[in-house]
Nanobody, 125 residues
Framework: QVQLVESGGGLVQAGGSLRLSCVAS????????VAWFRQAPGNEREFVAR????????YHVDSVKGRFTISRDNAKNTAYLQMNSLKPEDTAVYYC??????????????????WGQGTQVTVSS
């Protein structure tokens, strides 16, 4: 059973930066694809970015492309989401998710077996 714990959220002004971390335990982290999702108040949870188990391939949705970067350090069992040029519309709870072992998860929530508790990101204008 994989456990995920996010950290790094907070309050930042528009144009600022934050780096979210997702620390995994309870499983071989390098066998799981990882993604970040977010959920703004009143909205459904949405996919933000994903990275393969090896880190050799990433995908970011258009709304964050060029501003956010997903990465991972398997030696530290940690995935990251570097967020630059933040906008008020980026305000949301950000969730880390890990796919089923040895799978290649995409953008859908059902492809992810393990979820963190979320970390709040608030961007003020």
């Amino acid at each position: 059973q994989v456990q995920l714990v996010e950290s790094g959220g907070g309050l930042v002004q528009a144009g600022g930066s934050l780096r979210l971390s997702c620390v995994a335990s309870g499983g071989p982290f390098n066998r799981y694809g990882v993604a970040w999702f977010r959920q703004a108040p009143g909205n459904e949870r949405e996919f933000v970015a994903r990275i393969t188990w090896s880190g050799d391939s990433t995908y970011h949705v258009d709304s964050v492309k060029g501003r956010f970067t997903i990465s991972r350090d398997n030696a530290k069992n940690t995935a990251y989401l570097q967020m630059n040029s933040l906008k008020p519309e980026d305000t949301a709870v950000y969730y880390c998710a890990a796919g089923y072992r040895d799978s290649m998860p995409g953008r859908a929530e059902y492809e992810y077996a393990y979820w963190g508790q979320g970390t709040q990101v608030t961007v003020s204008s």
